[in-house]
C-alpha cells in the first residue's frame, strides 16, 4: 500500500513537470498554447508552496508525527461507526445485511493529528467533510463488515499520508523551465498590449480624416 501511495504521489508532482517540458518551445516561439494544459502547470510551479511557507513548529509537528504514525495507530475505535444496508450486486445478502460501513469523527477532536495535517485534509478531502466538521468514509466494498472497515481504515490512512506530505522544494531544472515561462508571458503580453496599442491609434486616425 505505502508503494501504491508513493507511487501515486510521484505521478502527480511529475505530470505537470512533462507538460511544461513539452510546451516551453511552443511559448518560446510565440505561439498560444492549449488552455488547460501548461498554464495549469506554470500555476503550479509558479505559486507551489514552499516549506518555508509553514510555519518551523508545525513542519516539526508533522516529522515527529511522521517517525510514529502508522496504519495500526489509527484509533477507530473512538470514531462512530454505522453499518447500513448496501445497494448492488450481492447474491442473497444484497439489501437484506447491514454491510455498509460509515465511518465518521470530529476532525477538530483528532488532536491525535496535527494540526497541519488536519487543515490539509480539509483542503484535500473537501468533499468529505460535512457543515459539522465531521469527516466521513463509507465503504461497500465487499458483504462483509469487518472488510469494509478495514477499506474505511486503507481510505483514511492514504488520506492522512497525502495530507502529511509537506512540499518540497522544485529541482533546478523545473526553475529553469518556470522562468522561461514567465519571461515567454511577459513577452507574450507586451506584444498584445502594442498591437492593442497600434489598433487604437489607427482607429484615432482614421476618425480624424473624415472631417
Not at 88 to 114: E, I, S
Not at 154 to 179: F, G, M, N, Q, Y
Request: charged letters at 30%; glycine letters at 4%; one cysteine or more.
Amino acid at each position: 500500500m505505502h508503494r501504491v501511495l508513493t507511487a501515486t504521489l510521484t505521478a502527480k508532482l511529475a505530470a505537470p513537470k512533462a507538460t511544461i517540458a513539452s510546451n516551453v518551445s511552443t511559448l518560446a516561439a510565440g505561439q498560444q498554447p492549449q488552455l488547460g494544459t501548461v498554464w495549469r502547470a506554470f500555476r503550479l510551479y509558479s505559486t507551489y508552496p514552499t516549506i518555508d511557507d509553514i510555519p518551523p513548529e508545525d513542519v516539526a509537528a508533522v516529522q515527529r508525527f511522521l517517525e510514529k504514525f502508522s496504519r495500526d495507530k489509527i484509533p477507530y475505535k473512538t470514531f462512530d461507526v454505522t453499518f447500513h444496508r448496501s445497494g448492488g450486486a450481492g447474491g442473497q445478502n444484497v439489501n437484506k445485511v447491514n454491510t455498509k460501513v460509515y465511518m465518521r469523527f470530529d476532525l477538530d477532536q483528532q488532536t491525535w493529528l496535527p494540526s497541519y495535517v488536519r487543515q490539509r485534509m480539509r483542503e484535500l478531502d473537501a468533499k468529505r467533510v460535512n457543515s459539522r466538521g465531521e469527516y466521513l468514509i463509507t465503504s461497500e466494498k465487499t458483504r462483509l463488515q469487518r472488510h469494509n472497515i478495514e477499506d474505511c481504515l486503507d481510505r483514511l490512512w492514504e488520506s492522512i499520508s497525502a495530507a502529511a506530505e509537506l512540499p518540497r522544494e522544485p529541482d533546478e531544472e523545473t526553475v529553469k523551465r518556470v522562468e522561461g515561462l514567465k519571461k515567454a508571458e511577459k513577452a507574450r503580453n507586451k506584444d498584445k498590449k502594442m498591437r492593442h496599442s497600434m489598433r487604437k491609434s489607427g482607429r484615432k486616425k482614421g476618425s480624424s480624416d473624415d472631417f
